[in-house]
């Protein structure tokens, strides 16, 4: 069986058509180059210019083809580029985030150890209280104070209540410390004694805990806002934390019935 007899199935006969029919218009639309040395003669110009015609325009043709290339590979590669770029730039956006989140993190863990320490000085009001009670029944009011600083830390919630909460529990312990330092049988007592080394221990601890969390903070604190890294705080709206302030110079003085 000889091509032409050949069967097309009919679902590529649309496209084969199609194609020939392109083929043929490029075959109509086409001159050979007998044809135009033909026709330049008809109007006197010599073959030699129609040949060279020929070659200048097929050179400009394969320049402008060969330009059109190179622009796509051109483009092709800043794609490329681009895209190496972006994934570059994601791959850093989510290695600055989780670094600093985990700073973030690392700084509520102190925040965390420091406020148990602030919580077990609170619980050590209650001994102040007895002791006071034992030895001073007359003094109400520092007696007062101290209850009521414990119980403004036991409700305080946000870390804002609580450093005023704190002021307020080491304006007692001074105040009970001023009032002790006046009272030499409070001080010879084993339970004043036992009291006063648990408060050095705790304040102690305070202070180791109170220093690991300012560290923290200011790591955290110079991270988020050195650049590039400032770029995705902004984006995400990591914040600036808080340095403890343990410093409480306002002091009252405890009234005496």
Same mark, same amino acid.
């Given at each position: 069986?000889?091509?032409?007899?050949?069967?097309?199935?009919?679902?590529?006969? #649309?496209?084969?058509?199609?194609?020939?029919?392109?083929?043929?218009?490029?075959?109509? /639309?086409?001159?050979?180059?007998?044809?135009?040395?033909?026709?330049?003669?008809?109007? !006197?110009?010599?073959?030699?210019?129609?040949?060279?015609?020929?070659?200048?325009?097929?050179?400009?043709?394969?320049?402008?083809?060969?330009?059109?290339?190179?622009?796509?590979? *051109?483009? /092709?590669?800043? %794609?490329?580029?681009?895209?190496?770029?972006?994934?570059? %730039?994601?791959?850093?956006?989510?290695?600055?985030?989780?670094?600093?989140?985990?700073?973030?993190?690392?700084?509520?863990?102190?925040?965390? $150890?420091?406020?148990? $320490? %602030?919580?077990?000085?609170?619980?050590?009001?209650?001994? *102040?209280?007895?002791?006071?009670?034992?030895?001073?029944?007359?003094?109400?009011?520092?007696?007062?104070?101290?209850?009521?600083?414990?119980?403004?830390? *036991?409700?305080?919630?946000? #870390?804002?209540?609580?450093?005023?909460?704190?002021?307020?529990?080491? $304006?007692?312990?001074?105040?009970?410390?001023?009032?002790?330092?006046?009272?030499?049988?409070?001080?010879?007592?084993?339970?004043?004694?036992? %009291?006063?080394?648990?408060?050095?221990?705790?304040?102690?601890?305070?202070?180791?805990?109170?220093?690991?969390?300012? $560290?923290?903070?200011?790591?955290?604190?110079?991270?988020?806002?050195?650049?590039?890294?400032? *770029?995705?705080?902004?984006?995400?709206?990591?914040?600036?934390?808080?340095?403890?302030?343990?410093?409480?110079? !306002?002091?009252?003085?405890?009234?005496?019935?």
């Amino acid at each position: 069986m000889n091509n032409q007899e050949k069967r097309i199935p009919e679902e590529i006969a #649309p496209e084969v058509l199609e194609l020939a029919s392109r083929y043929y218009a490029n075959h109509t /639309q086409s001159y050979s180059a007998s044809e135009l040395v033909a026709a330049a003669e008809e109007v !006197d110009i010599p073959a030699e210019f129609i040949q060279q015609a020929i070659r200048d325009v097929e050179a400009r043709h394969k320049q402008q083809l060969d330009e059109q290339n190179h622009l796509k590979h *051109l483009h /092709q590669r800043l %794609l490329f580029f681009g895209a190496g770029i972006v994934t570059a %730039l994601a791959i850093w956006t989510s290695w600055t985030y989780n670094s600093i989140q985990s700073s973030s993190i690392r700084t509520e863990a102190a925040r965390a $150890q420091l406020e148990n $320490q %602030l919580q077990r000085r609170a619980d050590l009001i209650p001994n *102040l209280v007895n002791v006071t009670q034992a030895y001073a029944k007359q003094e109400k009011e520092l007696v007062s104070l101290l209850v009521r600083s414990r119980e403004a830390y *036991l409700q305080a919630v946000t #870390p804002n209540e609580k450093a005023v909460a704190t002021v307020q529990i080491n $304006q007692a312990i001074n105040g009970f410390r001023n009032y002790a330092a006046a009272n030499p049988q409070l001080q010879s007592s084993q339970m004043f004694i036992n %009291l006063q080394y648990e408060l050095a221990g705790t304040e102690n601890r305070l202070a180791v805990e109170r220093m690991r969390y300012n $560290q923290a903070v200011q790591a955290h604190n110079q991270k988020i806002s050195s650049f590039p890294n400032s *770029l995705v705080t902004n984006i995400f709206g990591f914040q600036k934390k808080e340095f403890f302030q343990a410093t409480n110079t !306002d002091v009252p003085k405890i009234p005496r019935e």
